[in-house]
T-cell receptor, first 115, second 111 residues
Framework: EAGVAQSPRYKIIEKRQSVAFWCNPISGHATLYWYQQILGQGPKLLIQFQNNGVVDDSQLPKDRFSAERLKGVDSTLKIQPAKLEDSAVYLC?????????????FGPGTRLTVT | DAKTTQPNSMESNEEEPVHLPCNHSTISGTDYIHWYRQLPSQGPEYVIHGLTSNVNNRMASLAIAEDRKSSTLILHRATLRDAAVYYCILRAYGANSKLTFGKGITLSVRP
């Protein structure tokens, strides 16, 4: 079974530029998550999708971050414009269910450096 | 979300058992105890979860205290590949419950 795919793996941009990350979840997983992990901290949930609808985006900085999952499969996360504090690893995860008994499967992440 | 408390770090020797503790004194009756681990430069990986009874799988065992206020992740025979950050997380039973990660415990394995 193929895992969660993410690209690119690494990205370096200057502040005020824009960047986009792509995620392809495990086949058949209706739930998709984006997390931000700052160095030395645990991942923090940014947004949760159920199929192509947003379930929770309460921690997404909506003035600069946006995410979509148009066909209910793959997803993109965009930052525009980027700030220095956005330097982090962006992790995508998917799951076959949303209740507390379901495990989440994580991709390898995209390491973003903003200079 | 109910919080967990873990030591910052722990060291172990290769091929010996490892017991990783976690305190969760404010756990509610419907919170599951989840463990994930994160190897260097990788995304987190599910390890195990449980509610009340001890659980075993191919990766580890989870021992849950009778009052559920603490739990222990047991790696029966540590390998160098087990060196990682281990996160103990309480996750509510219901739909759309979140995984809220803390800082975790960093496990080092000595050859």
């Amino acid at each position: 079974e193929a895992g969660v795919a993410q690209s690119p793996r690494y990205k370096i941009i200057e502040k005020r530029q824009s960047v986009a990350f792509w995620c392809n979840p495990i086949s058949g997983h209706a739930t998709l998550y984006w997390y931000q992990q700052i160095l030395g901290q645990g991942p923090k949930l940014l947004i949760q999708f159920q199929n192509n609808g947003v379930v929770d985006d309460s921690q997404l900085p909506k003035d600069r971050f946006s995410a979509e999952r148009l066909k209910g499969v793959d997803s993109t996360l965009k930052i525009q414009p980027a700030k220095l504090e956005d330097s982090a690893v962006y992790l995508c995860a998917s799951s076959s269910g949303t209740a507390g008994t379901y495990e989440q499967y994580f991709g390898p992440g995209t390491r973003l450096t903003v200079t | 979300d109910a919080k967990t408390t873990q030591p910052n770090s722990m060291e172990s020797n290769e091929e010996e058992p490892v017991h990783l503790p976690c305190n969760h004194s404010t756990i509610s009756g419907t919170d599951y105890i989840h463990w994930y681990r994160q190897l260097p430069s990788q995304g987190p990986e599910y390890v195990i979860h449980g509610l009340t009874s001890n659980v075993n799988n191919r990766m580890a065992s989870l021992a849950i205290a009778e009052d559920r206020k603490s739990s222990t992740l047991i790696l029966h025979r540590a390998t160098l590949r087990d060196a990682a950050v281990y996160y103990c997380i309480l996750r509510a039973y219901g739909a759309n419950s979140k995984l809220t990660f803390g800082k975790g415990i960093t496990l080092s394995v000595r050859p």
